[in-house]
């Protein structure tokens, strides 16, 4: 089955600061990769998504990008600010298959002031 | 996601008990999810169910059962053959299993056992 690692496990970063976390999975016919913001105790939430079609996708201070080949995917957060601190999840989802997402452990990022 | 609900927040669970976690859509989603988070770990699928009365096994379902009698219900049942049932449990659900659409949380349980 598809399995994804996800890299740093923690981030500490100062405000204004960019961060990068960083993702592969091993099936390659994936396609289909969302990440999720959790905060301390809620639900995840999320924040952005890419499909395999595309190599890239922004909105507003967040992009993801995607290398297929490579099999990893990405999340750059710019001018990062306090509220971005939360724990990361990135996920794939394999095509023709009922919508089970397999997820990453976690980035903890901290933006510190 | 705020048309999803779960319930209890907390919940605790005695030796040998079994539980019922709720979870509840208004979202007109065909698909409902549960996954169990751990400390330090990402979340892992229970069970899924793509369509009413039908469900099946995810990563890690020893231990639990489900149903799916109504569209916006699924309820998780922790059973006392789950060893090491303390966990947030997070329910999902989108609009179609089949097409890839987003997954949106519930606002999780958190189960302890006393």
Not at chain 1, 64 to 90: G, R
Not at chain 2, 60 to 77: D, N
């Amino acid at each position: 089955g598809e399995n994804v690692e996800q890299h740093p496990s923690t981030l500490s970063v100062q405000e204004g600061d960019s961060a990068v976390i960083k993702c592969t999975y091993s099936d390659s016919a994936s396609n289909y990769f969302p990440w999720y913001k959790q905060e301390l105790g809620k639900r995840p939430q999320l924040i952005i998504d890419i499909r395999s079609n595309v190599g890239e996708k922004k909105d507003q201070r967040i992009a993801v990008t995607l290398n297929k080949t490579a099999k990893h995917f990405s999340l750059h957060i710019t001018e990062t600010q306090p509220e971005d601190s939360a724990v990361y999840f990135c996920a794939a989802r394999r095509a023709g298959t009922a919508s089970k997402l397999t997820f990453g452990t976690g980035t903890r990022l901290q933006v510190t002031l | 996601d705020g048309g999803i609900t779960q319930s209890p927040k907390y919940l605790f669970r005695k030796e040998g008990q079994n539980v019922t976690l709720s979870c509840e859509q208004n979202l007109n989603h065909d698909a409902m999810y549960w996954y169990r988070q751990d400390p330090g770990q990402g979340l892992r699928l229970i069970y899924y169910s793509q369509i009413v009365n039908d469900f099946q096994k995810g990563d890690i379902a020893e231990g639990y059962s489900v149903s799916r009698e109504k569209k916006e219900s699924f309820p998780l049942t922790v059973t006392s053959a789950q060893k090491n049932p303390t966990a947030f449990y997070l329910c999902a659900s989108s609009g179609d299993a089949w097409s890839g659409e987003t997954q949106y949380f519930g606002p999780g349980t958190r189960l302890l056992v006393l």
